[in-house]
């Protein structure tokens, strides 16, 4: 479902996808959601990703981007595949000030790190399109102040906008 804010917006590929994903669930305790574990074997971890309740962000921005063609970077560690801090490096760098829709959004949180899509802005959050927030693919307003990295991928004849809203006021403190 693509915000009201987005629409008639030429949008990224992998946010295009990411957009279709909203509202999957994980399921909390032994079970599993098929899906996410689905894309853990198309990136070939399900030997590592054998459950839903370890941190899936990174799984999930990886299977947007690889779905939508664009390149990801060659870990020596199929587990950095899940690490969002190790997605720092990818990519184009962005000026805080320069952020816009589909750009790679990464945070530093109390237990690691958080990675997303930026789909608009506040004077002092992003709102993000991510998977693992609150348990399911979501957008959450997360505080500027976190973002230790912007990345976004080379596009071909796609005009880059940003999108300012007002608060919603709740800022996401933590996206496990």
Not at 25 to 49: F, H, M, Q, R
Not at 133 to 146: D, L, M, T, Y
Request: glycine share 10%; net charge positive.
């Amino acid at each position: 479902m693509i915000p009201k804010y987005l629409e008639g917006k030429d949008l990224p590929k992998h946010l295009q996808i990411a957009l279709d994903f909203q509202g999957i669930t994980e399921i909390v305790g032994s079970k599993s959601n098929p899906l996410i574990l689905s894309w853990a074997k198309e990136l070939g971890l399900s030997d590592i990703y054998t459950n839903d309740d370890t941190a899936w962000c990174g799984l999930f921005f990886a299977i947007c981007a690889k779905s939508a063609g664009r390149e990801l970077p060659i870990f020596k560690d199929k587990y950095d595949y899940l690490r969002a801090l190790k997605y720092c490096g990818i990519w184009l760098p962005v000026m805080t000030k320069d952020a816009s829709v589909g750009d790679v959004l990464i945070f530093q949180r109390p237990s690691g790190g958080h990675i997303g899509f930026y789909v608009a802005e506040s004077l002092t959050s992003y709102f993000v399109l991510g998977g693992n927030q609150g348990n399911s693919v979501s957008i959450s307003e997360i505080a500027k102040s976190r973002c230790v990295a912007i990345r976004r991928p080379k596009y071909d004849n796609l005009k880059v906008v940003a999108v300012h809203l007002g608060s919603g006021g709740k800022l996401s403190e933590n996206e496990a």
